[in-house]
């Protein structure tokens, strides 16, 4: 298993930015796919992206492609998540987790999650 936390949330206005960091604990780190879903009140988990363990393989959820960008750096045990352009209706708790399974996109496929981190975007 793996550790994970997350950090950059916050409050920004709609069309601003925010960056999300996601740290994993560990030497095997780099072995797992790891994904970020949000949840915002009352609605379901849902997938935002996911790269793969070398990081050439990224997959984006159609309601973000284009506005966020997930990258990962194996040697700094990272994973971030560059958000653009944002809505209010991407206001939610963002929390990432680990995977074994490649292209992996339902919250039952990972098995290691993050604490989460609050973002809020205003309109």
């Known amino acids: 298993q793996v550790q994970l936390v997350e950090s950059g949330g916050g409050l920004v206005q709609a069309g601003g930015s925010l960056r999300l960091s996601c740290v994993g604990s560990g030497r095997t780190f780099s072995s797992f796919v790891v994904g970020w879903f949000r949840q915002a009140p009352g609605k379901e988990r849902e997938f935002v992206a996911a790269v793969s363990a070398s990081g050439g393989t990224k997959s984006y959820a159609s309601s973000v492609k284009g506005r966020f960008t997930i990258s990962r750096d194996n040697a700094k045990n990272t994973v971030d998540l560059q958000m653009n352009n944002l809505k209010p209706e991407d206001t939610a708790v963002y929390s990432c987790?680990?995977?074994?399974?490649?292209?992996?996109?339902?919250?039952?496929?990972?098995?290691?999650w993050g604490q989460g981190t609050q973002v809020t975007v205003s309109s």
């Open positions: 987790a680990a995977s074994y399974s490649v292209g992996a996109r339902e919250p039952s496929q990972y098995h290691s």
